[in-house]
Nanobody, 127 residues
Framework: QLQLVESGGGLVQPGGSLRLSCAAS????????IGWFRRVPGKEREGISC????????YYADSVKGRFTISRDNAKNTAYLQMNSLKPEDTAVYYC????????????????????WGQGTQVTVSS
């Protein structure tokens, strides 16, 4: 069973930075994907950044391009989301998710294609 453990959320001032971590274990496929998603009350869950293991292909939502960076440390089985220049509208619960199978580029960051989810971590951007 694939397990995901997130860490790194918290309170930060606008313009500040945070790094989220997602420790993953239990992959059975060599070609898998890990993604970061966020949910704001009253809104749909949003795929903000995802990465595919086979070729390192990444996806970024327009709202975070140029500010967020997804990366992975294969030796540690950990994925990271570096979030810079944070804005109040980035406030949300952030979830790490994984798909233990190949994903197409088209569906790389579509929430419904992920079936393993972390517990979520709150990120609050406020002065």
């Amino acid at each position: 069973q694939l397990q995901l453990v997130e860490s790194g959320g918290g309170l930060v001032q606008p313009g500040g930075s945070l790094r989220l971590s997602c420790a993953a274990s239990g992959f059975t496929s060599d070609d898998y994907a890990i993604g970061w998603f966020r949910r704001v009350p009253g809104k749909e869950r949003e795929g903000i950044s995802c990465i595919r293991s086979s070729d390192g292909r990444t996806y970024y939502a327009d709202s975070v391009k140029g500010r967020f960076t997804i990366s992975r440390d294969n030796a540690k089985n950990t994925a990271y989301l570096q979030m810079n220049s944070l804005k109040p509208e980035d406030t949300a619960v952030y979830y790490c998710a994984a798909a233990d199978r190949p994903l197409s580029s088209f569906n790389l960051c579509t929430p419904r294609t992920y079936d393993n989810w972390g517990q979520g971590t709150q990120v609050t951007v406020s002065s």
